[in-house]
Each structure stands twice: as structure tokens, then as C-alpha cells.
């Protein structure tokens, strides 16, 4: 099994770069950004529970997203390895997804972090939000907040993995394919 951690800011490529790479490695997607906007789509109690979180640019309660990926493990006995994105973004969910995963006895084998100007986030959030259908792209005081929680909250989760040399810069600004290139280069030096 190869796990890994696509890493970075709100608007820093997470999702884009994700698909091609499971498309590559025939690794399991699991967005936890993804999977909430599933339950809000079918408007389940744990989806209505979310919303009023992501409305306001907030994170969602970590019980929540943590057995909501519990549930995404088990139902993926087969995979031959996962992608989180969006996940963890807490040093509590990564705790608690080191906990998970040493169940399964198949440890996170390296976080790549997207390194992104700010400037260039802005910019991006907000002309995704032309097409995104997202609420949470549209409003640039959302945007500010999802960027907030990433600086007090999420930023720690690299630390944590530090800790166990697993952290790897890419930079994330250039071409699709560029940044796809180098993401490549770092799994292939690992697998
Ligand atoms: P982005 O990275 O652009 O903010 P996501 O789709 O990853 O987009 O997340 C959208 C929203 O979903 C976040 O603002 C947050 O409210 C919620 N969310 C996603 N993943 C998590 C998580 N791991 N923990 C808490 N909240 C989450």
C-alpha cells in the first residue's frame, strides 16, 4: 500500500492535482471536502450538520470528518492505497488518522505540501467560484476565513508530520502539468 497526503491551502491545487494523480497510481481519492458536499447533496443529518460550518468558511467538528474517513477505510478494504485531501487538517484528526491507519498496519508514507502565495490563492478561490457552483468560493470574506482556520488549525499538521521526516515542499505555482511533474518525481523517489 502507498498513502499519501496532498497538502496546502484552500485553493492550492489539492483537488486538481488529486485526480491525476489517482488516475496514475490507481490510489482511492478520499476528499473529505468531497464527501461533505455528498452528504449535503443528500441532505443527511451529518450533511446538514456540516453546512453550517462550511457556509461560514469554519471547520467542521473533528468527530465528524474523523469517523466520516473511518467509515471511507473500511469501505475500502481493497484499495491499494489512499490520497487524503483536505485531510487531516487538525492535529487532532492526525492523530487520530495515524491511530486509524495502524490498524491497517500501512502507514502515511509522505505529505507533499503545495507551497502557493497568498496573492495567488486569492485569485484562484475566486475564479473558481465563477464556475465552482461552490457558495464558499463566491464570498471573498468565506475565502478569508477558510484561509484563517488554514493558518491557526492546519498549518500544525505539517509540523506533526515533520516530526517524522515525512514532509516534502513542492511548489505549486506553474502549469498544471508542471506541478503534476513535480508531485510525480517525489512518489516515484518513494514507492
Ligand atoms: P478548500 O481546500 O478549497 O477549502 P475543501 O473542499 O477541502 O476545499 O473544504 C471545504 C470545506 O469543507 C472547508 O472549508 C471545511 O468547512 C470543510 N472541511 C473539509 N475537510 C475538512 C476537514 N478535514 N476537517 C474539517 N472541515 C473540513
Same mark, same amino acid.
Not at 98 to 118: F, G, W, Y
Not at 166 to 179: L, W
Given at each position: ?32 471536502? $468531497?464527501?461533505?458536499?455528498? @452528504?449535503?447533496? =443528500?441532505?443527511? &443529518? %451529518?450533511?446538514?450538520? *456540516? ?10 467538528p473533528d468527530e465528524?470528518? #474523523?469517523?466520516? #474517513? /473511518? ?7 481493497? *484499495?491499494?492505497?489512499?490520497?487524503? $485531501? ?6 487532532t484528526q492526525? @492523530?487520530?488518522?495515524?491511530? %486509524?491507519?495502524? %490498524?491497517?498496519?500501512? &502507514?502515511?508514507?509522505?505529505?507533499? *505540501?503545495?507551497?502557493?502565495? @497568498? ?9 473558481? /467560484? ?6 464558499? $468560493?463566491?464570498?471573498?470574506?468565506? #475565502? ?14 505539517? !509540523? ?16 498544471? !502539468?508542471?506541478?503534476?511533474? =513535480?508531485?510525480?518525481?517525489? #512518489?516515484?523517489?518513494?514507492?
Open positions: 500500500m502507498f498513502n499519501l497526503i496532498l497538502f496546502g491551502p484552500p485553493g492550492s491545487g489539492k483537488g486538481t492535482q488529486s485526480e491525476k494523480l489517482i488516475s496514475r497510481y490507481g490510489l482511492k481519492h478520499l476528499s473529505t471536502g $468531497d464527501l461533505l458536499r455528498h @452528504e449535503i447533496t =443528500r441532505n443527511t &443529518p %451529518l450533511g446538514q450538520e *456540516a453546512k453550517s460550518f462550511m457556509d461560514k468558511g469554519s471547520l467542521v465528524v470528518v #474523523i469517523s466520516m #474517513i /473511518g467509515s471511507a477505510l473500511d469501505e475500502n478494504q481493497d *484499495a491499494k492505497g489512499f490520497l487524503f $485531501d483536505g485531510f487531516p487538517r487538525t492535529s492526525a @492523530e487520530a488518522l495515524d491511530k %486509524l491507519l495502524e %490498524l491497517k498496519k500501512t &502507514p502515511i508514507a509522505v505529505m507533499l *505540501a503545495l507551497d502557493v502565495s @497568498e496573492d495567488e490563492l486569492l485569485k484562484r478561490l475566486l475564479i473558481r /467560484g465563477e464556475t465552482s457552483g461552490r457558495s464558499d $468560493d463566491t464570498n471573498e470574506q468565506v #475565502i478569508r476565513a477558510r484561509i484563517k482556520e488554514y493558518h491557526d488549525k492546519t498549518l500544525v499538521v505539517a !509540523d506533526y508530520y515533520r516530526k517524522f521526516r515525512k514532509v516534502v515542499m513542492v511548489n505549486g505555482e506553474g502549469s498544471v !502539468d508542471n506541478i503534476f511533474q =513535480r508531485l510525480c518525481i517525489e #512518489i516515484d523517489s518513494r514507492r
